[in-house]
C-alpha cells in the first residue's frame, strides 16, 4: 500500500479538542503509516479555510461557547459540506457530533443550526448529565467489535429516519434518550458521543476509516498489543459494580 496516499484534516483543534480527543488524529495517521501509507495531515484552524479535498475528517468535542462558534464558522466557511458532497470520511465526537446534525442548542440556550450532515436533533437534558464509562454494540453491518469510551454530556440526541445508530448500548447513556442507542451515522459520516480517545479504545474504528477512504475491503495487520491491552483494561473497568 505504499504507493497510496491519504489526506487527514483535523478541523478546529483551537476550538473543539476535549478530553483528548486529538488522539483520535494521532491514531488514525500512525495506524495508516503503519500501513505504509504517505500521511499528509492538515490541522485547520477556526480562523482557517476547511480544505475540501481531505480523505478523513476528524472534529471532537468542545464547551458550549466553542462549539457555537465552530458552528457559526463551518456554515459560513462551507467546505466541510463540499467535502462531504465530494465522498469525504468524517467522523465527530461530541460537540462536533451534534454540530453535524440538523440543529442544537447553544450557550445561549437558542437553537443553533448545524451543517444537516447527519440526520440528528440535538436538544438538552433536565436531568443529570450523561457521564462516566460506556460499552455499546456497534451496528453489525460495520464488522467492528464492542465500543469502549467515556462520555460527558448534557445533550440528547435524536435520530431521524436517514441516520442509523452507530451503537447500542451495553450500559451508559449514550445518544441520553432512553433508547439504548449511541452516536449516528448516515453513508460516510459518523457521530458518537464517546471520548477516551475513542480510537486509542477502539483502533478498528480508525482502521474502518481508513478502508472507506481507500474503497478496501481489508487492510495489512498491525501490531495491536497495546491497544488490545488498553481494551481489555477499560471494558474490565467499566464491567465492574459500583
Given at each position: 500500500m505504499?504507493?497510496?496516499?491519504?489526506?487527514l484534516v483535523w478541523v478546529y483543534p483551537d476550538l473543539l479538542s476535549t478530553y483528548g480527543d486529538q488522539g483520535n488524529v494521532l491514531v488514525v495517521e500512525r495506524r495508516a503509516r503503519q500501513?505504509?501509507?504517505?500521511v499528509q495531515r492538515v490541522d485547520v484552524r477556526s480562523d482557517q479555510p476547511i480544505p475540501t479535498s481531505g480523505d478523513i475528517y476528524l472534529i471532537?468535542?468542545?464547551?458550549?461557547?466553542?462549539?457555537?462558534?465552530?458552528?457559526?464558522?463551518?456554515?459560513?466557511?462551507?467546505?466541510?459540506?463540499?467535502?462531504?458532497?465530494?465522498g469525504a470520511i468524517i467522523f465527530s465526537v461530541c460537540a462536533g457530533y451534534q454540530i453535524l446534525g440538523h440543529e442544537f442548542i447553544n450557550d445561549l440556550g437558542e437553537r443553533e443550526p448545524g451543517l444537516g450532515l447527519i440526520d440528528v436533533i440535538s436538544t438538552r437534558g433536565e436531568g443529570e448529565r450523561c457521564v462516566g464509562d460506556v460499552l455499546a454494540d456497534i451496528d453489525p453491518r460495520l464488522g467492528l467489535p464492542q465500543?469502549?469510551?467515556?462520555?460527558?454530556?448534557?445533550?440528547?440526541t435524536h435520530l431521524g429516519p436517514t441516520a442509523r445508530p452507530f451503537a447500542r448500548t451495553v450500559f451508559?447513556?449514550?445518544?441520553?434518550?432512553?433508547?439504548?442507542?449511541?452516536?449516528?451515522?448516515?453513508?460516510?459520516?459518523?457521530?458518537?458521543?464517546?471520548?477516551?480517545?475513542?480510537?486509542?479504545?477502539n483502533p478498528q474504528i480508525a482502521d474502518l476509516l481508513l478502508k472507506l477512504a481507500?474503497?478496501?475491503?481489508?487492510?495489512?495487520?498491525?501490531?495491536?498489543?497495546?491497544?488490545?491491552?488498553?481494551?481489555?483494561?477499560?471494558?474490565?473497568a467499566a464491567s465492574q459494580p459500583a
Open positions: 505504499s504507493d497510496s496516499s491519504l489526506r500501513r505504509g501509507l504517505d471532537g468535542g468542545g464547551e458550549d461557547r466553542p462549539q457555537r462558534l465552530a458552528a457559526e464558522r463551518l456554515r459560513r466557511d462551507g467546505g466541510l459540506n463540499r467535502a462531504a458532497e465530494n465500543l469502549t469510551g467515556f462520555e460527558n454530556h448534557q445533550g440528547i451508559g447513556k449514550g445518544n441520553g434518550t432512553g433508547d439504548g442507542t449511541e452516536g449516528a451515522y448516515n453513508d460516510t459520516v459518523f457521530g458518537t458521543y464517546m471520548h477516551g480517545p475513542v480510537m486509542a479504545r481507500l474503497d478496501v475491503n481489508a487492510l495489512p495487520p498491525t501490531d495491536d498489543r497495546w491497544y488490545e491491552a488498553l481494551r481489555a483494561e477499560r471494558i474490565a
